[in-house]
T-cell receptor, first 112, second 114 residues
Framework: QKEVEQDPGPLSVPEGAIVSLNCTYS??????FMWYRQYSRKGPELLMY????GNKEDGRFTAQVDKSSKYISLFIRDSQPSDSATYLC????????????FGKGTLLTVNP | DAGVIQSPRHEVTEMGQEVTLRCKPI?????LFWYRQTMMRGLELLIY????????DSGMPEDRFSAKMPNASFSTLKIQPSEPRDSAVYFC????????????FGDGTRLSIL
């Protein structure tokens, strides 16, 4: 079983829709969780991170962690065409906060 | 502010040739990371440095790959000899100290080995 699993999509939604992106992980030792956004032909950029179970909100974005289920989610409200990108979840692994394991990413397209 | 700068942006070369990828991290960042991204395997960490010293190279696929960081503002990833299966996008990233500090990525080098 891979450490981090993410549905690659692609996911296509109309502008204004609520988007749900998800990852599962196998290692219960993971302490915090990140979401990176990657535009086409660009490097990933950190969108959000959260340490604990529960929700963290930042504008239209909400990160949710369920440690009991080993499941994390990123919700995007009122999605915009500018949100079209690949979204990758990431977690520190291997006993180091610097050694990130990434999901393969979900390609999202928001249609105007 | 300048971000992480990688060169070249694209590289096409023939199998067996030596390939050198270059990275200039963000000034003041203590950590530097090299990643490889493919459709099949996603984004994988190859090696990372702290204060110019390699800390973990367990992700380096083979002895054909080597990385150096001669000073705080420059790092190279070298593949010798290159093989078609090395074709991928290679990213360099840097971060400040502190486990929750974001890793800032460059725009990558798109490498094609023919």
């Amino acid at each position: 079983q891979k450490e981090v699993e993410q549905d690659p999509g692609p996911l296509s939604v109309p502008e204004g829709a609520i988007v749900s992106l998800n990852c599962t992980y196998s290692n219960s030792a993971f302490q915090y969780f990140m979401w990176y956004r990657q535009y086409s032909r660009k490097g990933p950029e950190l969108l959000m991170y959260t340490y604990s179970s529960g929700n963290k909100e930042d504008g239209r974005f909400t990160a949710q962690v369920d440690k009991s289920s080993k499941y994390i989610s990123l919700f995007i409200r009122d999605s915009q065409p500018s949100d079209s990108a690949t979204y990758l979840c990431a977690m520190p692994s291997g006993g180091s906060n610097y050694k990130l394991t990434f999901g393969k990413g979900t390609l999202l397209t928001v249609n105007p | 502010d300048a971000g992480v700068i990688q060169s070249p942006r694209h590289e096409v070369t023939e199998m067996g040739q030596e390939v050198t990828l270059r990275c200039k991290p963000i000034s003041g960042h203590d950590y530097l990371f090299w990643y490889r991204q493919t459709m099949m395997r996603g984004l994988e960490l190859l090696i990372y440095f702290n204060n110019n010293v390699p800390i973990d190279d367990s992700g380096m696929p083979e002895d054909r790959f080597s990385a150096k960081m001669p000073n705080a503002s420059f790092s190279t990833l070298k593949i010798q000899p290159s093989e078609p299966r090395d074709s991928a996008v290679y990213f360099c990233a840097s971060s400040s100290a502190g486990g929750n500090q974001p890793q800032h990525f460059g725009d990558g080098t798109r490498l094609s080995i023919l």
